[in-house]
């Protein structure tokens, strides 16, 4: 790996988050800020004489929650699509197998893909992070007061669960997104 050609530092405010929008428009519009995922890649410690443990290289990547700042509309529209996307989840319990099958082209997933682009000085993005299979878990509380300023704006937090995620760079050739890492997910889940 060599050292970058590109010697700008990333902006806070140089990102845009896309999530469905055909089924999520106004989430993606509201989004204030958004924290990136950590990664632990959990050891497998083994003891030995005298020596608490030694860690051994793990067999898997554990992902923290992604968390999303998103301003509040009037409507509360935004703050809709997230507690719709929940409770559809939840009452998919509800329906039969074949009715989800006829109705699956008619109800939005219950995942969905979040991409995180990565924008340059230029607000051209130039790297997309791809969190794969997102769930929403949790809304945060929403606080109204009658004392606050009228510059400050109501907003509410929502993080999501995800598969993986995989960080794609833009080809300078083709102007196409690819991925650059020789990283693969193998296996089944189960």
């Keep these: 790996m060599s050292l970058t050609n590109n010697f700008n530092y990333l902006q806070p405010t140089g990102f845009k988050l ?10 993606e519009f509201f989004v204030q800020d958004f924290t990136h995922a950590g990664v632990i890649m959990n050891t497998a410690d083994v003891a030995y004489k005298k020596i608490a443990a030694i ?4 067999d898997k990547l554990t992902y923290n929650e992604m ?3 998103i ?3 009037e409507d509360m529209k935004s703050y809709r699509e997230m507690h719709t996307w929940m409770r559809r989840i939840l009452d998919q319990d509800n329906i039969t197998p074949i009715d989800r099958f006829k109705n699956k082209t008619q109800r939005p997933p219950a995942q969905s893909d979040i991409t995180l682009s990565i924008l340059n000085s230029s607000n051209n993005p130039i790297v997309r992070i791809v969190y794969r299979d997102c769930i929403p878990t949790a809304l945060t509380d929403i606080q109204f007061q009658s004392t606050g300023g009228g510059e400050s704006f109501i907003s509410f937090g929502a993080s999501f669960r995800f ?19 020789s990283f693969s997910v193998t296996g089944s889940i189960g």
């Design 67 to 69: 968390l999303a700042n």
């Design 18 to 27: 896309v999530i469905d929008r055909t089924n999520y428009p106004n989430l």
């Design 163 to 181: 598969t993986y995620f995989d960080i794609l760079h833009k080809d300078a050739t083709t102007g196409g997104f690819v991925d650059g890492d």
């Design 55 to 58: 860690p051994f290289i793990g």
């Design 71 to 73: 301003i509040l509309d």
